[in-house]
């Protein structure tokens, strides 16, 4: 499985954003997927992940109410809206999936394949 994340880039407080994870290779409509955010200098963490079936949504604190993650099996994409940003939310974010993500989990280590990430920087 590869994974292609795109739509990051710079926008202003306050601003969207909305992150693609397109797959290939196999379909991964059996497998959950997570978004996972990095700074340099810090571990990654957590972002949002979502079910198989796309039934269930999980989200930090840090951005429950402002990210939406949502996925299309049918296009093998997960996507990751992201709304009312904060410098904060700066980091790379990656998507990830595989065989180990029955469910969804906030362990980076519980996932199999990653994208190369993409970058979002919001500014003051």
């Known amino acids: 499985v590869q994974l292609q994340a795109s739509g990051g880039g710079l926008v202003q407080a306050g601003g969207s954003l909305r992150l693609s994870c397109a797959a290939s290779?196999?379909?991964?409509?059996?497998?959950?997927v997570g978004w996972f955010r990095q700074v340099p200098g810090k571990e990654r963490e957590f972002a949002a992940g979502?079910?198989?079936?796309?039934?269930?949504?999980y989200y930090p604190d840090s951005v429950q109410g402002r990210f939406t993650i949502s996925r299309d099996n049918a296009k093998s994409t997960v996507y990751l809206l992201m709304n009312s940003l904060k410098p904060e939310d700066t980091a790379k974010y990656y998507c990830?999936?595989?065989?180990?993500?029955?469910?969804?989990?906030?362990?980076?280590?519980?996932?199999?394949?990653w994208g190369q990430g993409t970058l979002v920087t919001v500014s003051s």
């Open positions: 290779g196999r379909t991964i409509s059996d497998y959950a």
């Open positions: 979502i079910s198989w079936g796309g039934g269930s949504t």
């Open positions: 990830a999936t595989g065989p180990r993500a029955v469910v969804v989990s906030t362990k980076s280590s519980d996932y199999d394949y």
